[in-house]
Structures are given as structure tokens and as C-alpha cells.
């Protein structure tokens, strides 16, 4: 089946930081793109997609959110391009649950990637999945970058880690070397109208911590960052709420606080924004 489909998501927010309040309209990761899959035969299927971002702030280009081509079958499934990959998937995502307001203390926030061929298979309650990035960057060796994930499930609860590790002197995490990261993340945990998600990474001496709870509607979100390297433990509180309004309508909301730990108050952040969604297609 193929589709296009378009989200407008436009908003306003305020966000107040040292001795500016600035209040805005803007939008909030609107997009449009196309996606599809092709019964192959034989137990294989093509698929493939291509998103771009149409939010236009301060006067910006479009951008690719999603450009990717796979296929899948009984062996699991080979994705290539700029999606989402291993150490997201597994690690990053299922905490990745505020509408905006999310990786702002962790040690890597690993989004939508390029460059990339990722293998994801698995049987049972066990899933598993490897990404290598390679792009020329005047260097011999052929892959510059790797992901590995594991995740496994036990009823509804599912147990995942994650490994990102480079091949050469690529800076990553908040510690700005070279070191593995290696991530973990619980998802799942339900208790009534109550559903709990944590997730943990850490890089040499830094490490972060996150905790989401969703209550019907609304949630919290809290991340916690340290680093060693200035001595800093920040801390990033999310208060949100999800109202539906109708078919393809949405509205939410967002109170965002950030303590960068810096000894100066002018380095922390408070943002407040109402955002409505319009699925058009």
C-alpha cells in the first residue's frame, strides 16, 4: 500500500531565559511525505520512504526528515538511509514520548540518522538489531560508526540495551570523545491508567537517568544529565498534556524547565507552549 500523508503542527510558545521572555508563532515540526511497500514474492516485501519538513522558521529551507529504502521478510528486515536506527529504536525511543521536549539531558540523544544500513531481525519475545554508518571522510577505514541493540519481553514489559561505539576520532555524547556509549531503557510497566517508562546511558564518567509517566492524558517527564567533565547534573522537568479534538485534530501542551547546573540562573530555561495538530492527508 502507498500513501501520503501531511501534519501541520503550528503553535505558540514563550520562552523565558536570563532577562529575555520573548513570546512566538511558529511551527512545531510540521511535515509531509510519502511512504509505500511492494509485495515482492517469493516472502519478501520493498519498502520505502521519503519525509520532508515544511515548518519554514525564520525564513529556513525544507529539510529531509525520513529518505530510506529496505526490504523484509522472514529473515527480519535491511533498512537503508536516514531514519531512525539501532541505538534509537532501542534505547532513545521508547522514552522519546513528550511531543517536543525531550533529550535535553541525556548523554546522547540519538535521532533520525543518515548514512546508515540497519538489520533488524528477531524471534519470540527477543528482537535485536545492528546499524553501521559509512560515509567518506578521507579515511581508510570503511565503517566509521556501529549500533547494536537487544531488547527482550516479559509480558507487557519490554528490557532493551544498546551499544554505539565509533571506529575513528568522531566526538559523540556530552563528553565530546570517542568513548562507547551504552544505553537501557525499560518501557511497558503499566499499572491501571498509570504507565511507567525508564532509561539509563552512560559514557566513561557521564551518565543520565529518565523517567516518563503517562496518567491518561497527561504526563511527566524528567531526565537527569552529569557530567563529569564540568561537574554539572542537569535536569530537564516536562509537564504535558494530549487533548484530542476530533478526527485528525489534536491539541497539546507543554511546561518545560531546564537547570544547566552552570551556577548561573541565566543559563536556565523555562518554556511554555499550545501547540494544534492537523493531519491534512
Given at each position: 500500500a502507498d500513501e501520503i500523508y501531511a501534519s501541520a503542527r503550528v503553535g505558540v510558545w514563550n520562552v523565558d531565559q536570563g532577562d529575555q521572555s520573548q513570546w512566538e508563532v511558529?511551527?512545531?515540526?510540521?511535515?509531509?511525505?510519502?511512504?509505500?511497500e511492494t509485495d515482492l514474492g517469493n516472502g519478501l516485501t520493498g519498502f520505502g520512504r521519503y519525509e520532508w519538513a515544511v515548518d519554514f522558521n525564520n525564513g529556513g529551507n525544507m529539510g529531509n526528515r525520513h529518505r530510506l529504502v529496505g526490504l523484509k521478510g522472514g529473515f527480519g528486515s535491511v533498512t537503508l538511509g536516514q531514519t531512525y536506527h539501532t541505538f534509537y529504536n532501542f534505547v532513545v525511543g521508547p522514552g522519546d514520548i513528550p511531543w517536543w521536549h525531550s533529550g535535553y539531558a541525556?548523554?546522547?540523544?540519538?535521532?533520525?540518522?543518515?548514512?546508515?544500513?540497519?538489520?533488524?531481525?528477531?524471534?519470540?519475545?527477543?528482537?535485536?538489531?545492528?546499524?553501521?554508518?559509512?560515509?567518506?571522510?578521507?579515511?581508510?577505514?570503511?565503517?566509521?560508526?556501529?549500533?547494536?541493540?537487544?531488547?527482550?519481553?516479559?509480558?507487557?514489559?519490554?528490557?532493551?540495551?544498546?551499544?554505539?561505539?565509533?571506529?575513528?576520532?568522531?566526538?559523540?555524547?556530552?563528553?565530546?570523545n570517542d568513548e562507547d556509549i551504552l544505553g537501557f531503557a525499560v518501557s511497558g510497566i503499566n499499572f491501571g491508567p498509570v504507565g511507567l517508562v525508564f532509561g539509563a546511558q552512560m559514557q566513561d564518567d557521564d551518565q543520565s537517568l529518565l523517567a516518563h509517566v503517562d496518567i491518561n492524558s497527561f504526563y511527566y517527564h524528567l531526565e537527569m544529565l552529569s557530567v563529569d567533565a564540568t561537574d554539572q547534573d542537569r535536569m530537564s522537568?516536562?509537564?504535558?498534556y494530549t487533548m484530542g479534538l476530533g478526527r485528525k485534530t489534536t491539541m497539546y501542551f507543554e511546561l518545560n524547565s531546564i537547570d544547566n547546573d552552570t551556577g548561573n540562573s541565566d543559563d536556565d530555561r523555562t518554556a511554555v507552549m499550545a501547540v494544534l495538530k492537523y493531519d491534512i492527508i
Open positions: 511558529r511551527g512545531f515540526a510540521s511535515r509531509f511525505g510519502a511512504r509505500g541525556m548523554v546522547n540523544y540519538r535521532g533520525r540518522t543518515d548514512k546508515a544500513i540497519t538489520y533488524a531481525g528477531g524471534t519470540g519475545a527477543v528482537n535485536f538489531g545492528v546499524s553501521l554508518y559509512m560515509a567518506p571522510d578521507g579515511e581508510e577505514e570503511e565503517i566509521d560508526q556501529m549500533e547494536a541493540g537487544l531488547s527482550f519481553g516479559i509480558g507487557d514489559i519490554t528490557i532493551a540495551g544498546a551499544l554505539q561505539t565509533t571506529a575513528d576520532d568522531t566526538a559523540q555524547g556530552s563528553a565530546g522537568h516536562t509537564f504535558g
